[in-house]
């Protein structure tokens, strides 16, 4: 009788580690200048059960990858790093963009190339890491863009 018991017990926390799991889509980022160290990278992230969050990731383009945040301060929008990560409420949907929540790319090693893609590995607390491919866009695309998104919190 234990033995069936351990198997339950087993199988069921496999089923919980199973359904850990974070969905990033739509990732991008916006073009850089040569000499410039850092860059924005945006994605949508659907989360399902529990909650999680994003505590970082990285990338072969950059020597670290930060979460920031824009908060008021004194009157000033100002860009802060979130060093305990972005919470993930169970069943939410994030969106890091411009203006919000957002990866900074600190020390990029080459300019980020409109048209271009790159490998970014994201971090979470439970969820497995995933790797997206992140597009990046000029300012037209930017623009082009941004009247067709939906952002929900």
């Not at 991008?28 to 969050?53: C, H, I, K, Y």
């Not at 491919?133 to 998104?149: F, I, L, T």
Request: overall charge positive; glycine content about 10%; hydrophobic content about 40%.
């Amino acid at each position: 009788m234990n033995k069936r018991i351990l198997f339950t017990a087993c199988l069921l926390g496999l089923t919980a580690a199973a359904q850990a799991e974070v969905h990033a889509r739509q990732a991008w980022a916006r073009f850089t200048v040569p000499g410039m160290q850092s860059g924005g990278v945006f994605v949508q992230l659907d989360n399902g059960e529990p909650a999680d969050a994003l505590i970082g990731g990285s990338t072969p383009v950059a020597e670290r990858v930060e979460i920031h945040e824009h908060i008021m301060r004194q009157g000033n929008m100002r860009m802060q790093a979130m060093p305990n990560g972005l919470p993930l409420p169970a069943h939410s949907h994030i969106a890091l963009q411009p203006g919000g929540y957002h990866l900074m790319l600190i020390g990029l090693k080459q300019p980020l190339a409109a048209g271009s893609r790159f490998p970014l590995t994201l971090n979470f607390r439970h969820a497995p890491a995933q790797t997206v491919q992140v597009e990046v866009k000029s300012p037209s695309d930017e623009a082009g863009g941004r009247q067709h998104h939906h952002h929900s919190h």
